[in-house]
């Protein structure tokens, strides 16, 4: 998966230095993005510390944006950060969202009763149950449902303020991106399929270009055949090193390209 998000990557931003009237380089591009944003929920998953992670990822994001600047952004542009940032925006609202749905603790009731379903399992018998707490374990349900209704509007708070900042910063891709990554991140198959489908049509609306559709081959690629993916990662596997530099190493040499090709 890495090794193919670096090669689509490269070939649509050769497109926009050497060719950008030849259609073919930007579709195959179209694939980039939608891997880089699967990498970034598989990343979050995986991740041990989340600091370091968007550490790193703001590192990456603070080198790249001169090269990415110049390399692909016309003199008449106006000013935009790189797609780093908006993964790094992105990250934070996984993370966000994260905390937000995470138990807060099980109650009293909760653990009283794991405590009884254990003492069957081990073969004691379980200790009585007062009438009290089985009132305050019946009383609990609404309370936890709608603790669970909080919890859930509060993470599409969090994801609506994301967008809107992404929005009012200007970002590569902005909050398509981070709603992609919530669309990797919470679901699966061809609901994710269908999602990002969607998700296209109301980005041509806005403005993407119609190539954008060819994305859906990535998640198509990710959600419906990970298996393709898993076995280009076990045959061609990329080093983190190589991973982590690629974005402003390619731009770095695309400035310099552009930059000789105008002199």
């Not at 980039?32 to 995986?46: K, Q």
Request: hydrophobic content about 55%; aromatic content about 10%; overall charge positive.
């Amino acid at each position: 998966m890495q090794l193919l998000a670096m090669l689509t990557m490269l070939i649509d931003h050769i497109g926009i230095v050497l060719d950008p009237d030849n259609p073919h380089f930007r579709l195959v591009g179209r694939l980039a993005m939608p891997l880089y944003a699967y990498a970034l929920v598989v990343g979050f998953g995986r991740m041990r510390d989340f600091r370091r992670y968007a550490l790193r990822l703001a590192a990456i994001a603070a080198i790249s944006q001169w090269p990415y600047q110049y390399a692909l952004l016309g003199p008449d542009e106006p000013f935009e950060l790189n797609v780093v940032f908006t993964l790094l925006a992105s990250l934070i609202v996984l993370r966000l969202i994260d905390v937000v749905l995470a138990s807060a603790g099980r109650s009293p009731a909760a653990a009283g009763k794991a405590a009884a379903e254990a003492s069957v399992s081990a073969g004691r018998p379980s200790p009585a149950v007062p009438p009290s707490a089985a009132l305050s374990s019946a009383e609990s349900v609404p309370a936890a449902g709608a603790d669970a209704v909080r919890r859930l509007i509060a993470a599409l708070g969090i994801a609506a303020a994301g967008c809107l900042l992404l929005e009012l910063v200007p970002c590569d891709y902005g909050s398509h991106l981070l709603l992609l990554v919530l669309i990797y991140r919470f679901s699966s198959g061809q609901t994710a399929l269908a999602l990002h489908f969607f998700l296209n049509l109301i980005g041509i609306a806005y403005g993407f270009p119609p190539e954008q559709m060819f994305s859906l081959l990535a998640t198509l690629l990710v959600r419906c055949a990970p298996g393709v993916l898993d076995a280009l990662n076990r045959r061609l596997p990329v080093p983190r090193l190589l991973w982590r530099s690629f974005y402003p190493a390619h731009l770095a040499a695309l400035a310099a390209v552009r930059f000789f090709a105008s002199a």
